[in-house]
């Protein structure tokens, strides 16, 4: 019994110092938020995306003879990248030219039954040649059936047209250089109206990028007035050289964003449209920005966050979107406002609802 009750008795102090230590504020060293000017250098996530798109659809249906498109293959301007079966188009041809031929030349002739006779009675006996048999009955011919209405020699010459036409459409020609980058279930079969695959350009390409406000004015003045400069990192560390060809200056009211496109001519393709890259611009021009101390921004799998304290001294936390790190200092790009007080270096025992001291 007296050792339970020594037991307890050290129990409810325990609790009493814990308490005790609980009520004592932890000293933090804060600082408060504030824009100021520097030079700008700024990496962003964009979007790879092509000048061009072109979807390739065959005039035609059939079988096609050549190789199937598959995806990733690069191709010419020009360079023929399928081609229909096109045998029954031949025939279709052939028979619009004969058509035309036979309304041209003299129709099938009819011949006098007498006049027929006599000259074959002279072919029975040798007197003439089968040569010359068949150039007397075309002399004897008489007119044929009138064509009708039509059947003529110009309508049927629109036919031929028509039937080379349908012809040619059997070749398929790339009207861009660029990438196969989607093709249809089937390659080897092409439906008239139907897309047999996409091609996209991939040189030059353009990446676009959401721009924070507070830089716009500087951007736009380096853009105009020289000294920008702009690099495109993908995420294998391969860099390219680009440049500002468009930058707007009104908010997008659908998404309250600025959006600027940087183009640049992919020279080794090793950069695909659709793929998220990075965009570096840099500038001497100032823009006003929000900085805080590396050590204040803290990392989890959900992103940077920094810690802030209100009024009341009370800590929570705050996601923020960071930009590059100059001088020991990491520029915030959205998540701060202006007058906010953020932990500096906080402790590793630092936590949301905790009530603390400041310095």
């Not at 790879?48 to 059939?62: A, D, E, F, Q, R």
């Not at 309508?155 to 036409?165: G, H, I, K």
């Not at 936590?351 to 603390?356: C, E, L, R, S, W």
């Amino acid at each position: 019994m007296q050792l339970k009750k020594w037991l307890s008795l050290i129990g409810v102090v325990a609790v009493v110092i814990g308490l005790a230590g609980c009520s004592k504020n932890m000293d933090v060293k804060v600082e408060t938020v504030s824009f100021s000017q520097a030079p700008v250098t700024l990496t962003l996530e964009g979007s790879v995306s092509s000048l061009t798109v072109v979807n390739v659809i065959p005039k035609l249906s059939g079988k096609i003879v050549t190789t199937p498109l598959v995806k990733g293959q690069e191709v010419q301007a020009g360079e023929v990248v399928a081609k229909v079966d096109d045998s029954i188009y031949r025939r279709q041809v052939q028979t619009a030219r004969y058509a035309t031929s036979a309304v041209a030349a003299p129709v099938t002739p009819k011949v006098d039954p007498a006049e027929q006779a006599k000259l074959a009675n002279w072919y029975n006996l040798g007197a003439i040649s089968r040569v010359e048999y068949d150039r007397l009955m075309r002399q004897a011919a008489v007119a044929a059936v009138p064509v009708t209405a039509g059947t003529g020699t110009a309508a049927l010459s629109s036919s031929v047209e028509a039937a080379q036409a349908m012809l040619a459409n059997a070749v398929i020609v790339s009207p861009i250089a660029g990438r196969i980058t989607a093709v249809a279930d089937n390659p080897s079969l092409a439906i008239a109206g139907k897309v047999l695959a996409t091609i996209q350009q991939i040189s030059p390409l353009v990446v676009s990028v959401t721009v924070p406000e507070n830089y716009i004015k500087t951007l736009g003045d380096a853009w105009h007035k020289g000294g920008l400069h702009i690099d495109i990192m993908n995420p294998s560390g391969k860099t390219e050289p680009g440049r500002l060809t468009y930058l707007t200056t009104v908010k997008d009211p659908s998404t309250g964003t600025f959006v600027a496109k940087i183009t640049f001519t992919n020279a080794d393709k090793s950069f695909s449209p659709g793929e998220l890259c990075y965009v570096r611009l840099s500038t001497e021009r100032q823009a006003p920005q929000l900085t805080v101390a590396k050590k204040a921004v803290q990392t989890k799998d959900s992103g940077d966050f920094v810690y802030i304290v209100n009024d009341k001294g009370i800590v929570d936390t705050r996601a923020v979107l960071t930009g590059d790190t100059v001088a020991g200092r990491v520029v915030i790009l959205d998540g701060l406002q202006a007058g906010e007080r953020v932990v500096s270096d906080p402790p590793a025992s630092l936590q949301i609802g905790m009530k603390v001291k400041t310095r």
